[in-house]
């Protein structure tokens, strides 16, 4: 076990299953004399048997006094909902959970059981769909705060630790299956494979690891090539086709901030080579001025959300997240980008949304003793016409309060000093 991964102080999540790899993870990280608390979440896809799984958890950890905490997701409703297969959606409320609980409990990182099995399956998955280097670098070991230490731990270490020292476990019966393919891999493909290296499975992880010292190399030329030639949501177009291709594919999917497919990079490469312009999933890339800006897919609109506050909220039409927040008293870092906003509380009527612009849109922007229409703002901000359906405005039960990007209304802005007022950030979203 990776031990470099785990702070000596503070607490430390597991997100335990009941499996033989979470239980493993659980209780070496507690012999190792770590503090641990265990995280269950119910996925709730195999009735009575996720309950059990549940149970069995929570039952481990009482009897070993061990911090436990649980939550039950319908994943079959998140997937239909989201137009997700299954498996992505029991991901992403899987780790929506364990930010929480992580939240709650006051853990310092999370910690996850994936195996240098795990590994190697994901390597071989990826290979067959077809993949760049990035794909074949495996599970990454740390993604923000959640760790994954147990990389280098094979399936059969795992097995052999729980064997010695008596310590149960809950069988998934999916995991027996070959109607997925992560498990055809692991019962065909990699015994296959070691029939030709019996140790396959760590090989697997010296490639991923040596694949990812390269892709982290070529990454930072594109990072670099960035900071040189990027301005916010464009790129110089004559320089960004005068790059490689390591580089230019690399910066192309990191202003896009999201995934995209190979046709997709090189169509929006061969746009700033003609001066077109692109539409991909979501996106457009369209040549102006020199330029190749990147916005929402054309002719697509924001609906309208109502913002959690305090938390997050997705916009996902135009690649974005929305942060709210109280805080007691307003800072300098506002109203500078018009993407971080501070609102007097006392000002603000109802519950804030943010939604695309209506037909007769305007707004008193803050010390300019005028009204605009939003038509005004943005022309006067160099928004491309098919951009504006899907930049964020913020409005309350009174209107408007301000659009991101653009202008904050002169009704709720805070002042530097002021005090009890709501900040709401809009990041680009990782992709």
Not at 388 to 395: A, I, K, Q, S, Y
Request: contains cysteine.
């Amino acid at each position: 076990m990776d031990t470099d991964l785990l702070p000596r102080d503070g607490l430390i999540l597991c997100a335990v299953s009941g499996g033989a790899d979470s239980m493993y993870l659980l209780c070496r990280v507690r012999e190792l004399g770590y503090a641990a608390a265990a995280a269950h979440f119910n996925h709730g896809l195999r009735g009575a048997a996720s309950d059990r799984d549940e149970t069995f958890v929570r039952e481990f950890c009482g009897e070993h006094d061990i911090p436990f905490i649980s939550e039950k997701g319908d994943v079959r409703a998140f997937a239909k909902e989201k137009t997700l297969g299954l498996e992505e959606a029991g991901r992403v409320l899987r780790y929506g959970f364990l930010e929480r609980a992580a939240d709650a409990l006051g853990a310092s990182v999370v910690a996850t059981a994936h195996t240098a099995d795990d590994n190697a399956e994901t390597l071989l998955l990826h290979l067959a769909r077809g993949t760049g280097l990035a794909g074949l670098t495996g599970i990454p070991a740390v993604r923000g705060r959640v760790v994954r230490p147990m990389l280098d731990v094979t399936r059969e270490e795992v097995e052999a630790y729980l064997r010695e020292r008596g310590i149960p476990h809950v069988e998934d019966a999916t995991n027996r299956r070959d109607e997925y393919a992560r498990n055809r891999v692991r019962h065909q493909a990699v015994p296959a494979l070691e029939t030709v290296n019996p140790a396959f499975v760590r090989a697997a992880g010296r490639t991923a690891r040596l694949l990812g010292a390269d892709e982290a190399f070529l990454d930072g030329l594109a990072r670099d090539f960035l900071a040189e030639s990027a301005d916010g949501d464009s790129i110089d177009a004559r320089a960004l086709t005068a790059q490689s291709w390591p580089v230019a594919s690399r910066a192309v999917r990191r202003m896009a901030g999201r995934e995209l497919a190979l046709c997709h990079v090189q169509a929006i490469l061969k746009a700033a080579r003609d001066g077109g312009a692109a539409d991909v999933p979501g996106l457009r890339a369209a040549c102006s001025g020199g330029r190749l800006v990147f916005g929402p897919a054309a002719g697509q609109t924001l609906p309208e959300r109502v913002l959690a506050v305090p938390g997050e909220t997705l916009i996902p039409e135009a690649g974005l997240t929305v942060l709210t927040a109280k805080f007691t008293r307003c800072t300098e870092d506002v109203h500078k980008s018009y993407n971080i906003f501070s609102f007097q509380c006392e000002n603000i009527y109802g519950s804030i949304t943010v939604a695309g612009r209506r037909p007769g849109d305007s707004l008193r922007p803050a010390g300019r003793n005028c009204t605009k229409t939003l038509k005004q703002l943005f022309q006067e901000a160099g928004i491309p016409s098919w951009q504006r359906d899907t930049v964020p405005v913020l409005r309350d039960e009174r209107g408007i309060l301000g659009v991101a990007g653009v202008a904050v209304g002169e009704r709720a802005c805070a002042r530097p000093g002021d005090r009890d007022i709501l900040k709401i950030e809009f990041r680009r979203t990782a992709g």
